[in-house]
Every structure is written in structure tokens, then in C-alpha cells.
């Protein structure tokens, strides 16, 4: 089982910044898809970026130009920089890993959808002021 552990939230006033961890206890160099989501009071959990085993990442529109996703294998942490946030933006965020597999292709791809993760931490707590 992995295990995965956010930190980093807070209330910030909007324009401001903040940087998500997830210390994870995958091994180094393992072939995971990473991902952070977020889900909002009363709204569905939604995706906001991933990162491929090669390194290939993926943004939702509504932050892309404005989130970083990132990951330490050497600390076995991802992160996620967020910039210019704004009041929509506040929802509790999720860190979120799914195993790969090795196919004709190579290593499959981040999943399409929220449900095929496989492990999930508790989240943090997101909140932007206008």
C-alpha cells in the first residue's frame, strides 16, 4: 500500500502563492503516474495536473500558466507551485499515485479518469481570499 501525506495548504489572499508537497513512500524511480486533484464544497474532484513516469505533465485549462507540477524522486516527494491563485482555486487538494504498466508502447499513461487511481492521501486544505 502507499502511502502519501500533503502539506503545504493554507488561506492565502488571492494573487498570492503556495507550494504543495506530498511525501510519498514509493520507491525511487518507481513507474508511477503522480497527480494532484481538488475538490471544491459541493463540486465534483477534479484533476488539476499529473506527471508522467518520463516526466511529461499535464494541466487542467483553468490553472494552466499558473500551477507547477513537479516531483524529487531522490526525495520521494511531489509538489505542486501554486501562482497568481485566485478565490476559485480554494478547495481541499488531493495527491493521488497510480502503478504503471509495461506495454508494447512502453509504460502506460496517467489515467483518464479520478476513479482509476489507486491510492490517495488525506488532502490539504486550500483557501484564497479575494
Known amino acids: 500500500q502507499v502511502q502519501l501525506l500533503e502539506s503545504g495548504g493554507g488561506s492565502v489572499q488571492a494573487g498570492g502563492s503556495l507550494r504543495l508537497s506530498c511525501a510519498t513512500s514509493?520507491?525511487?524511480?518507481?513507474?508511477?503516474?503522480m497527480a494532484w486533484f481538488r475538490q471544491a464544497p459541493g463540486k465534483e474532484r477534479e484533476g488539476v495536473a499529473n506527471?508522467?513516469?518520463?516526466?511529461?505533465?499535464t494541466y487542467a485549462d483553468s490553472v494552466r500558466g499558473r500551477f507547477t507540477i513537479s516531483k524529487d524522486s531522490d526525495k520521494n516527494t511531489l509538489y505542486l507551485q501554486m501562482d497568481s491563485l485566485k478565490p476559485e482555486d480554494t478547495a481541499m487538494y488531493y495527491c493521488?499515485?497510480?502503478?504503471?504498466?509495461?506495454?508494447?508502447?512502453?509504460?502506460?499513461?496517467?489515467?483518464?479518469?479520478?476513479?482509476?487511481?489507486?491510492?490517495w492521501g488525506q488532502g490539504t486544505q486550500v483557501t484564497v481570499s479575494s
Open positions: 514509493i520507491l525511487r524511480y518507481s513507474p508511477y503516474c
Open positions: 493521488a499515485a497510480d502503478k504503471l504498466i509495461w506495454g508494447d508502447e512502453g509504460w502506460s499513461k496517467c489515467p483518464r479518469k479520478d476513479s482509476d487511481f489507486d491510492n
Open positions: 506527471i508522467e513516469f518520463d516526466g511529461t505533465t
